[in-house]
């Protein structure tokens, strides 16, 4: 087949760059190496080649429409459009369920296109008036591109949270301390182990900590009872961002972790990002991590398939082929990057310093002392897997519960010894906090749940059995600061402490809230997505 139309040709070539070259942003080549450019154009190139591809073989399914070269070329221009912003126009079926949007919208593009088809095989001045849309289309692309290129670089936070701070972020001072936040799952206080009979000897700890110039911080609770909204309100830094109106209820955790980390832009990212800090996190088996360089969200890149995913994760967000390529990627078992830096820190800390400029902000999840019992009473490990999506089908008695998480807390306080011992080592002037995100409920039968679950279903429940929620509620809080931060005794929350450490290592001023504490409902129970404040 020889080719007889040129310009359809260069047009294809051209708008197949623009969604790169708009990408490449003044914020987002700072925050880029070469290595992801250079990625970032072969994923872009990949994409326009297949679509090439597709058409090419329309022509020989369709061959009624006897396509000539200029009408394949125009028709993957039409398809690189619409797939481009998928979700954009997916959005605007809003007369449809959001669950079916997706099928609606394939079927509704398959038929259009081949409309298109149809039209620019038969109809002349239709492929005249489309190359006329193509020309406005790349003209306004090249308008974003320079717009990109040519704005200022600085950004002022316009969220809810900041609308009544005079505060200036950009104006205050620069740190470049390296720290570590470290959420350990269900990490309930020293107190309420002390009570319960998991630990032996309050002081004795206290103690050690002081020795090493750790500060415990006394009565400590959870901004929630549960993961995802209390890790929620570290990045929002607030609690009541977190929740918002009370009088709404929430349908799905997409506006919570670990979520939100990959939906849209949080307070704490946001900061540290004007603070030229960039917020690493480090996932577990549960969650796929994905590199989001507009959120500031980075992936410890421990392969180069890893890698590979977070830069299609982050071009392709708008993208119908993101759905394609996230459900092939979530066939490959989550490494538990983690659990892998809490055995051995030092060398996943060598290799982000080696790999950075920038200052960094290394953020954990690890699920323990949570379930699955994992350790026995000499803290060995009981299985060969590490401690992340596990279950224990055995798991039936009060005391089997007692027990394993009673190994798992001891256990888990060795390894926090061992892990800020080790950072302390390769990285002395770092600030460490180590947290719980939720506490624990005992000597509750598996019939009601592992905690009051199946004992709280309303306001007048949770009042009856205040005292499981009190419980749950306590939290483990250690910080590491070299004694260099003050008003310690205000990182008394999740919320909280994630303002301290900002205030700290910035010299800022942002406002601490009022200790709460929220109780959620499982999916399972009819008023899943309501929230009621306990204290």
Request: proline fraction near 2%; glycine fraction near 2%.
């Amino acid at each position: 087949m020889v080719l007889k139309n040129h310009k359809d040709l260069l047009i294809a070539i051209v708008l197949s760059l623009i969604p790169f070259l708009s990408f490449l942003s003044f914020e987002n080549l700072k925050q880029m190496t070469n290595n992801d450019i250079y990625f970032l154009f072969l994923i872009n190139s990949t994409w326009t080649f297949l679509i090439l591809i597709l058409s090419h073989f329309l022509k020989k399914i369709f061959f009624s429409f006897q396509l000539r070269i200029e009408n394949i070329l125009k028709f993957s221009i039409f398809n690189y459009i619409i797939l481009f912003n998928f979700f954009e126009l997916k959005s605007l079926l809003i007369i449809f369920n959001t669950e079916y949007r997706t099928e609606i919208f394939i079927f509704i593009y398959i038929f259009f296109s081949l409309y298109i088809l149809f039209l620019l095989t038969n109809k002349k001045k239709f492929g005249i008036f489309f190359e006329k849309f193509i020309l406005i289309y790349i003209l306004i692309y090249f308008c974003f591109l320079i717009f990109n290129f040519e704005k200022d670089p600085t950004y002022s936070l316009e969220s809810n949270y900041f609308e009544d701070k005079s505060l200036k972020i950009e104006n205050s001072k620069l740190s470049n301390k390296t720290v570590y936040y470290l959420i350990f799952d269900a990490m309930t206080s020293l107190d309420f182990a002390l009570k319960n009979e998991i630990i032996n000897n309050k002081d004795l700890y206290l103690d050690k900590y002081k020795s090493k110039n750790l500060t415990y911080i006394e009565n400590s609770i959870s901004n929630f009872n549960n993961t995802s909204l209390s890790l929620a309100s570290i990045f929002n830094l607030s609690a009541k961002e977190t929740i918002g109106s009370l009088n709404k209820k929430y349908y799905n955790e997409k506006n919570f972790y670990p979520n939100l980390l990959s939906n849209r832009k949080n307070n704490l990212s946001e900061i540290l990002k004007i603070k030229n800090y960039k917020l690493y996190w480090l996932n577990d088996k549960y969650f796929k991590c994905y590199t989001v360089f507009e959120y500031n969200i980075n992936c410890y890149k421990n392969d180069f398939f890893t890698y590979f995913v977070s830069l299609n994760r982050t071009f392709l967000t708008n993208h119908l082929f993101s759905i394609f390529f996230k459900k092939f990627t979530n066939i490959k078992n989550n490494n538990s990057t983690i659990f892998e830096f809490v055995n051995k820190p030092n060398k996943i800390i060598e290799n982000l310093k080696k790999d950075n400029n920038e200052n960094l902000f290394i953020f954990g999840h690890i699920i323990l002392p949570h379930s699955p019992w994992i350790f026995d009473k000499n803290c060995k490990i009981k299985t060969d897997n590490d401690n992340s999506g596990l279950t224990d089908n055995k798991l039936e008695s009060s005391d089997e519960h007692f027990y394993g998480y009673k190994y798992n807390y001891l256990c888990a306080l060795e390894l926090i010894d061992n892990l800020v011992e080790s950072i302390h080592e390769i990285d002395p002037e770092s600030i460490i906090i180590i947290q719980g995100d939720h506490g624990i409920n005992l000597n509750i039968q598996r019939k009601d749940g592992y905690f009051y679950n199946g004992l709280v279903e309303d306001e007048k429940t949770m009042n009856e059995n205040i005292e499981l929620v009190k419980d749950r509620s306590m939290i483990f809080n250690l910080i590491k600061d070299n004694n260099e931060c003050k008003n310690k005794a205000n990182a008394n929350t999740n919320s909280n402490t994630a303002l301290f450490l900002l205030n700290c290592l910035f010299d800022l001023d942002l406002e601490y809230e009022k200790k709460m504490h929220y109780i959620s409902f499982s999916p399972l129970q009819p008023n899943y997505g309501v929230l009621i404040r306990a204290f």
